[in-house]
């Protein structure tokens, strides 16, 4: 089973569907016992959700400082963008 760390280095590729299903497995059966890990994952998802709309619509109600915030996240993660 994965260590939290491996959860948290998997987290992005997760969320894009991009993992195989034993690494899902995995990481699901990590998620069952690991509330922090949980908690993680459903802080990533929120975000990738924002900036998939970020990248969608540009909302003008989104501030600056969030954009800026999700840029550098999206550049540590080596997206595509
Ligand atoms: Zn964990």
Redesign the pocket.
């Known amino acids: 089973m994965f260590r939290?760390s491996e959860?948290a280095d998997r987290a992005g590729r997760l969320i894009d569907g991009e993992l195989s299903p034993w690494q899902r497995l995995n990481i699901r059966m990590?998620l069952a016992i690991?509330r922090?890990?949980r908690a993680f994952i459903e802080q990533m998802r929120v975000t990738a959700e924002l900036a998939r709309r970020l990248n969608e619509t540009e909302d003008p109600a989104v501030s600056e400082d969030v954009k800026a915030a999700l840029r550098q996240r999206q550049m540590r993660a080596g997206h595509k963008t």
Do not use: A
């Open positions: 939290c959860v990590h690991c922090g890990c």
